[in-house]
């Protein structure tokens, strides 16, 4: 980073905390996750309950999200966002998805945004010293942005031979050379010394990310590999910075003018420094806290392999959160966060029974990035939960066994075995138990099923039923441990 916009970041870092100390408390929230991992659901529950303060509290919805509990959290409200050239979050509509008539999931987080949600709440110190004002005021930034922008923090140290060759080995393990094969053939026929021509490269890059694209697929479910934006390409699908693929080429290998090779290396350092570097710079650094969302299920419906991997992607991704002022990329962007929390989503797809060993899969799942993140100098939390629980649990009495089911609607198209549901009736489902040890889940066979029942061991389900209040608005909708979420980010800023 050159030494002007190093000072122009400080400058403005340092008008963030007068404007903090001015208006009160601010805290920026780091939403992030790979795709579908549950974002937009997650955003639009907690910016909800945070607005619904009065009915959250009447119906005890949140008991262990303190400030909340203990009724001292006045109101909530949306204010405009600092930033004026990030786009909004869409609250509104998506809430409008969750609780509208035709009550669906919403549209899927595919760039930054951000939405700003007011908090008036009662000092807790207060009542205890009688000091200062009652009450107070916190801002929250929420800023929402795909896990897989993360992954290419570590491309920021690597020239393109670097990133060529991991890339195009990567590609050879037994798990994805099937679906590699295309894009390695046509890469084969390359010579990285030829005349550069734009149709071969545009050839080229389709069919590289068609392959990072089927390795994320639910049949797959591999993690996803850096340039993050290929698959999340935000507002510059198209552009030649996103028009590259890895080649065979090496280090020192003197490439002609106007070669392919040479013209690929240029594209891929264009990405680095007009797209990967301003994110870290503008978004990333600016956090307080964050909290990485997890479909630790979809991973484990697709066995063993998917586990294995969604373990190193998240060990790649913790990378980003590195403090320790020991490395180049750290001192250039100087993370603040304080406090991550990894959240294994869509926890209603599992009874009760099974949610903290879902956390314990989780916790297994991260060890290792959190040990190698040590220095991070941030608190780290661990948690399973469900931002919209759209299931709720029975009995069921099978063959004089009593079995422990969920019931939910079904989204129309999901099957079990023969049977196809309307996306209207209801269907109980045995989810079964995630094993006690889990160990288990990283060897051997997807939950102990054969690769055909494993494919409907989690169904999807549509969103519950919005109730809403006397003045015709919804009301929050039911969740899994929210409330605990909400205490480990934000409970602190609120005592
Ligand atoms: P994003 O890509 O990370 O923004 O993911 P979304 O928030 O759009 O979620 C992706 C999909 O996961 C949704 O369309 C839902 O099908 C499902 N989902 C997300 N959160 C929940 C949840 O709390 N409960 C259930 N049952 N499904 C969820």
Known sequence: MSQLSHLMFEARAAAESLSDFMSGGRLRLGVTGL??????????????????????????QLPLFRAMAEGRLRAGHLDPQPDYSVPRFAYEEHLLALTG???????????????????????????????????????????????????DLPLLSKSFSQWSQETLSAASAEARSPIAND????????????????????????????????????????????????????DLEGSPALTFAPLPVTQDEDLPHRSFGREMARRYDAYKSQIVRPFFQDHFARLDRQIVLIDTLAALNSGPEAVRDLETALADVLMAFRT????????MFRPKIDKILFAATKADHLHHTSHDRLEAVLRLLTSRA??????VGAKIGVIALAAVRATREAVVRHEGEQLMAIVGTPLAGERIGLE???????????????????????EGAALGLSDDEAEFRFLKFRPPIAKFGDDAQPLPLPHIRMDRAMEFLIGDRLA
């Not at 000091?131 to 992954?151: F, S």
């Not at 320790?324 to 001192?331: I, K, P």
């Not at 959190?370 to 220095?375: F, K, T, V």
């Not at 196809?420 to 990283?442: R, V, W």
């Open 35 to 60: 795709s579908r991992a549950g974002k937009t659901v997650f955003i639009t529950a907690l910016a909800h309950q945070l607005t619904r303060a009065h009915a959250v509290q009447q119906n005890k």
């Open 101 to 151: 008539p035709s009550r669906h999931w919403p549209h899927s987080t595919r760039r930054v945004s951000e939405l700003r949600v007011s908090i008036d709440y009662d000092s807790h110190l207060w009542s205890k010293r009688r000091m200062g004002k009652k009450t107070q005021h916190l801002d929250i930034d929420i800023v929402d942005y795909p896990g897989e922008w993360l992954l």
């Open 183 to 234: 894009w390695r053939k046509e890469t084969a026929a390359i010579d990285p010394k030829s005349r550069y021509d734009e149709e071969t490269a545009q050839k080229l890059t389709r069919l590289f990310t068609a392959y990072l694209a089927q390795a994320k697929t639910e049949r797959f479910a591999l993690s996803t590999l850096p340039p993050g934006r290929f698959l999340m390409p935000g």
């Open 324 to 331: 320790g002022r020991s490395t180049l990329l750290s001192s």
């Open 370 to 375: 959190i040990a190698r993140a040590e220095g």
């Open 420 to 442: 196809a549901f309307d996306g209207e009736s209801e269907g109980a489902i045995f989810p079964g138990d995630l094993p006690q040890d889990p160990k288990e889940l990283f």
